[in-house]
């Protein structure tokens, strides 16, 4: 079965420093993957995916993210930390049919001057 | 603008209580997805539906059911609210084709269970 695992519930960065954050799959078939944004007291919004094509992903708001295989692993960055970027953060995957998603647990980044 | 629109924003039931949770999309898509959103779980599905009338379970389905009149709407019904049915929920819709992932969510609905 498909799981996610994300690695890290929080994350403390300082403004203008490198963002990563983590986050792990498996699945015995190629996987489409997500990472999603929730901005406080708001609802979920696509940052960017992963559907088989290249493995370097560019996203909105500057951030990206790289599929690597042999590492099960698909990692979100962003070169330079913002205080816009402070949210909750979540890696997902499609788990069967009809575009179901299963959602890691999620991480929030903190952004501090 | 795509918009999923959920009814209440914030609710405060009572442990015994009946709760409908409803969810309209605009964008026309076939599927519609109820999560619940709790720290350190993150989203976990209860229930989808993928056409009208038509619902399958999701993940964490107890204690839950779901009504699916017309494409547009997707509502998630507490028959017997409980104190462990306090948490965020989210619905959520898409179109079918496999693979594009894109979920459009609505902003939440804070459900308070006393």
């Known amino acids: 079965a498909q799981s996610v695992t994300q690695l890290g519930s929080h994350v403390s960065v300082s403004e203008g420093a490198l963002v990563l954050l983590r986050c792990n799959y498996s699945s015995s078939v190629p996987p489409y993957l997500f990472w999603y944004v929730q901005y406080p007291n708001q609802g979920l919004q696509l940052l960017l995916k992963?559907?088989?094509?290249?493995?370097l992903v560019k996203g909105i708001n500057g951030f990206e993210a790289e599929f690597k295989k042999s590492e099960t692993s698909f990692h979100l960055t962003k070169p330079s930390a913002h205080m816009s970027d402070a949210a909750e953060y979540f890696c997902a995957a499609i788990s069967g049919g009809y575009n179901k998603l299963i959602f890691g647990a999620g991480t929030r980044l903190a952004v501090h001057p | 603008d795509v918009k999923v629109t959920q009814s209440s924003r914030y609710l405060v039931k009572r442990t015994g209580e009946k709760v409908f949770l409803e969810c309209v999309q605009d964008?026309?898509?076939?599927?519609m997805f109820w999560y619940r959103q709790d720290p350190g779980l993150g989203l976990r599905l209860i229930y989808f539906s993928y056409d009208v009338k038509m619902k399958e379970k999701g993940d964490i389905p107890e204690g839950y059911s779901v009504s699916r009149e017309k494409k547009e709407r997707f509502s998630l019904i507490l028959e017997s609210a409980s104190t462990n049915q306090t948490s965020m929920y989210l619905c959520?819709?898409?179109?079918?084709?496999?693979?594009?992932?894109?979920?459009?969510f609505g902003e939440g609905s804070r459900l308070t269970v006393l």
């Open positions: 964008m026309d898509h076939e599927n």
């Open positions: 959520a819709s898409s179109h079918t084709d496999r693979g594009t992932g894109e979920l459009f």
């Open positions: 992963y559907t088989s094509a290249a493995t």
